[in-house]
């Protein structure tokens, strides 16, 4: 699924290039997870200001309302004035003046859905849940940890959960749990303050230099200007099941919690 990292280097490969532009067309393949929620006529002639990121969300600010984007499991956007005819996987395009958005998603599990504004019902039922964003000065030590201390769940359960923190999915999850020396399975709520700190920097690192990897591709994703992301290849414990830790050289483990995979080193993680 594509997570925190993919979905902004996503949204930095084309939010300047598609500002600006007016909407020409709207087609609409098989159904996504979610109804668009409007007449795809009545979005014609709207013109796009920005887009922006919630979560795993896009919001793509029109002049009237906006769109909520999410890719799913499977999802990858592209932004050209130069694609090719649509494919079966393609559920989703808006032609503009600047290029041609387009949504292909194998599995079906992406959305596009139309809302008035952030306040609308169909907004605020996507977007109200969502905790703090880790890369943003809204990512306080404080109401992170009087988060962890309300859940008794698995730290690396809570931390996918998305409403302590958003987009740290499974990927990064173990990657920061490593990072911050804490076992996948200990319980939030039994999480010391200097582990908490330690969380909430490795959080905020982690997630940086994916960003500034673009992201990590995995089977199919790329950003919005086909360039796949590379942060897979510098993984410490995801996908290394069976092979050295490369701190400490203990063999890399793997459990499964809540029908995810988890990847750990038992040396370097002992609490």
């Known amino acids: 699924m594509p997570e925190l990292p993919e979905v902004e280097a996503t949204r930095l490969s084309f939010a300047d290039r598609i500002a600006g532009a007016k909407v020409l067309s709207l087609h609409l393949g098989k159904s996504l997870r979610w109804p668009l929620g409007c007449a795809t006529a009545s979005l014609l002639g709207r013109n796009v200001q920005a887009v922006r990121r919630r979560g795993k969300y ?44 387009r949504l292909n998603d194998p599995r079906r599990f992406g959305a596009v859905v139309y809302a008035a504004s952030e306040e609308a019902p169909a907004a605020r039922k996507l977007l109200d849940r969502l905790g703090m964003e880790p890369l943003s000065d809204d990512f306080s030590l404080v109401r992170f940890r009087a988060g962890l201390k309300r859940r008794k769940a698995a730290i690396k359960q809570v931390l996918l959960a998305g409403d302590v923190v958003v987009g740290v999915g499974n990927i990064y999850a173990s990657e920061t749990l490593f990072l911050a020396g804490i076992r996948p399975t200990l319980s939030a709520a039994k999480l010391t303050r200097p582990r908490v700190e330690r969380l909430h920097a490795a959080i905020r690192d982690v997630l940086a230099r994916a960003l500034a990897g673009g992201g990590s591709t995995l089977r199919n994703f790329s950003s919005a200007a086909g ?44 609490t």
């Open 58 to 101: 896009l919001l793509i600010d029109l002049d009237q309302g906006l769109l909520l984007l999410h890719l799913g499991m499977s999802g990858s956007l592209m932004f050209s004035s130069e694609l090719a005819a649509p494919g079966k996987h393609d559920h989703f395009e808006m032609v503009t003046t600047h290029g041609t958005l």
């Open 227 to 270: 360039e796949k992301g590379h942060f897979q290849l510098e993984a410490m414990v995801y996908a290394r099941e069976g092979q050295p830790c490369r701190v400490c050289g203990t063999t890399i483990r793997c459990l499964r919690q809540g029908q995810r995979s988890t990847f750990y080193c038992a040396h370097c993680q002992k």
